[in-house]
T-cell receptor, first 112, second 111 residues
Framework: QQQVKQSPQSLIVQKGGISIINCAYE??????FPWYQQFPGKGPALLIA?????SEKKEGRFTISFNKSAKQFSLHIMDSQPGDSATYFC???????????FGGGTRVLVKP | DTAVSQTPKYLVTQMGNDKSIKCEQN?????MYWYKQDSKKFLKIMFS???????INETVPNRFSPKSPDKAHLNLHINSLELGDSAVYFC??????????FGNGTRLTVT
């Protein structure tokens, strides 16, 4: 039972384009939604995170959009660069516990 | 300077052997974790320790035994290794409900 579903599994985008990754969750107790970025041979690193009291959060070229009623959230990478090529994971955690549940990951390739 | 360090980076061993992976964090965090990343990149939590106390123990074969000598260290011992144990194992740490900081992983290959 996958509590956080992520799509697409892979994504190819041209330099300068927009990368969009979507996630959906089931557990309404989740109240913190981070995104992690993982480069080959490295561990995941926190990229940006959002709480459900806001509908959007932007940090540089990265934006999270959050739709609480639909239980969906997405990551937009604006002006995608070859250095953004990595695997991106959405995740969710609830206040009651400290078990971060990850989506299945999206491998993003930005072509120059 | 590495915040979460784990050793070894690569581990190649034969079926039936026993092996350990070590993890240390210098961030002063009170919670440490072990995650397993399979060949499809799926990340799944295995264990979590808070101040040396086991708080999360997912459905993991009892061949896997975590040990936390102090809150800065969390080691993973695996007995009787099987082919299906081949994966990348990540150690992570966090402070209470803060973000997770991951190590760079240990790639375990069982032949």
């Amino acid at each position: 039972q996958q509590q956080v579903k992520q799509s697409p599994q892979s994504l190819i985008v041209q330099k300068g384009g927009i990368s969009i990754i979507n996630c959906a969750y089931e557990n309404t107790a989740f109240d913190y939604f981070p995104w992690y970025q993982q480069f080959p041979g490295k561990g995941p690193a926190l990229l940006i995170a959002i709480r459900p009291d806001v509908s959007e959060k932007k940090e540089g070229r990265f934006t999270i959009s959050f739709n609480k009623s639909a239980k969906q959230f997405s990551l937009h990478i604006m002006d995608s660069q070859p250095g953004d090529s990595a695997t991106y994971f959405c995740a969710a955690i609830g206040a009651a516990g400290n078990k971060l549940t990850f989506g299945g990951g999206t491998r993003v390739l930005v072509k120059p | 300077d590495t915040a979460v360090s784990q050793t070894p980076k690569y581990l190649v061993t034969q079926m039936g052997n026993d092996k350990s992976i070590k993890c240390e964090q210098n961030l002063g965090h009170d919670t440490m974790y072990w995650y397993k990343q399979d060949s499809k990149k799926f990340l799944k939590i295995m264990f979590s320790y808070n101040n040396k106390e086991l708080i999360i123990n997912e459905t993991v074969p009892n061949r896997f035994s975590p040990k936390s000598p102090d809150k800065a260290h969390l080691n993973l011992h695996i007995n009787s290794l099987e082919l299906g144990d081949s994966a990348v194992y990540f150690c992570a740490s966090s402070q209470r409900e803060g973000p997770l900081h991951f190590g760079n992983g240990t790639r375990l290959t069982v032949t």
